[in-house]
């Protein structure tokens, strides 16, 4: 069996199959942890991050220690989460080794950005580059293009999404709305809109959790709004299942994927969300476009909130019954992937 290594160098704390059972974690850590546990059927897997303490085996996975010196001498390919810095030190350890780096961030918001040509092409030399969605991927083959950076190999394959382990009986509030993203992917604004909400009727109720791990949210004054704090995926899902909908109001920070839109719409929930980077790739068809809001109405002015509101409203009565979009397919993903790796 062939053996494949996952590095994460930029992990904010130590995470394993155990520890994502009750606390928060980002979408990317997450689910590095639900494709390992696929690939594991395949390949033998190690996982190493820049957290791990020392060495030991989870779900017939060994998580080892960021030392070079506990880490196999054969392993066949190499993915690398995140961060290309290390691409070079890892191609003179491994040089027969096929290398991964396995994107999340826009090309804008990462390191590539501020990377020389030179370095860039000498990664791409080397590597292959996954991305996390179509337009993920056109994201950087423009920016690569604007930067006359040429044979740069780019593929991308899409997340799949675990259904969680909550109760089938939920219940809708019809009154219960949730921001369940990081805060810098639009709590701002979603606040903002949420007050007018919420004087136009008190029954409103704002529910916020952070699934992440770097940030801690400061809500006070603001009327109706509860603070789940960091919660575990699970609970975040339950929430969403009880949600009229999740108000994810995020008009700055391009989702190359949206784990959180995805998992909305597997509990059935639908999202409003504005038309930016990957959202609409990955909602529910044929509802998509009944959960989008488009760019002209990005601005927080009267015709907007009418339109948030109005809908709302009209979901109240008759909400879209969506449902995980199609392509979002395990199967399909993971075949995907080995065809990658292999």
């Not at 509802?287 to 109405?297: A, G, M, N, R, T």
């Amino acid at each position: 069996m062939k053996k494949l290594l996952i590095v994460d160098v930029v992990a904010p704390y130590e995470y394993n199959f155990e520890i994502i059972k009750n606390k928060g974690l980002g979408a990317s850590e997450s689910y590095l942890l639900s494709v390992a546990n696929e690939l594991k059927k395949t390949f033998d897997v190690d996982i190493t991050t820049s957290k791990v303490r020392y060495s030991y085996q989870q779900n017939d996975i060994v998580f080892k220690k960021m030392s070079p010196a506990d880490w196999s001498r054969d392993y066949d390919t190499i993915i690398i989460q995140r961060s290309p810095k290390n691409v070079k030190f890892l191609r003179d350890l491994y040089p027969k080794a096929n290398l991964i780096v396995w994107l999340h961030d826009f090309f804008e918001a990462s390191e590539w950005a501020t990377m020389s040509k030179k370095d860039v092409e000498y990664i791409l030399s080397e590597c292959t580059l996954v991305c996390v969605s179509k337009w993920h991927k056109e994201n950087f083959e423009l920016n690569f293009k604007l930067r006359k950076i040429k044979n740069a190999d780019i593929q991308y394959n899409h997340f799949f999404i675990n259904a969680p382990d909550i109760p089938e009986n939920l219940k809708v509030d019809p009154f219960k709305l949730c921001f369940m993203s990081a805060g810098h992917k639009g709590m701002e604004q979603t606040l903002a809109v949420f007050k007018h909400i919420y004087k136009r009727d008190n029954r409103f109720k704002l529910y916020i959790a952070n699934p992440t791990y770097d940030q801690e949210y400061n809500l006070e004054n603001n009327d109706g709004v509860i603070n789940l704090g960091s919660i575990s995926r699970d609970e975040v899902m339950k929430h969403m299942k009880e949600s009229l909908c999740c108000l994810h109001l995020n008009k700055e920070y391009p989702e190359t994927f949206g784990c959180v839109n995805a998992e909305s719409n597997l509990m059935g929930t639908p999202v409003l969300a504005y038309n930016l980077g990957a959202t609409p790739e990955i909602l529910d068809l044929p509802f998509v476009y009944d959960q989008i809001l488009e760019p002209y109405q990005y601005r927080v002015d009267p015709n907007e909130l009418t339109l948030i509101i109005k809908t709302l409203l009209s979901w109240q009565k008759d909400r879209p019954a969506v449902k995980l979009n199609p392509r979002l397919n395990k199967e399909k993903i993971m075949k995907k992937w080995i065809e990658i790796i292999s």
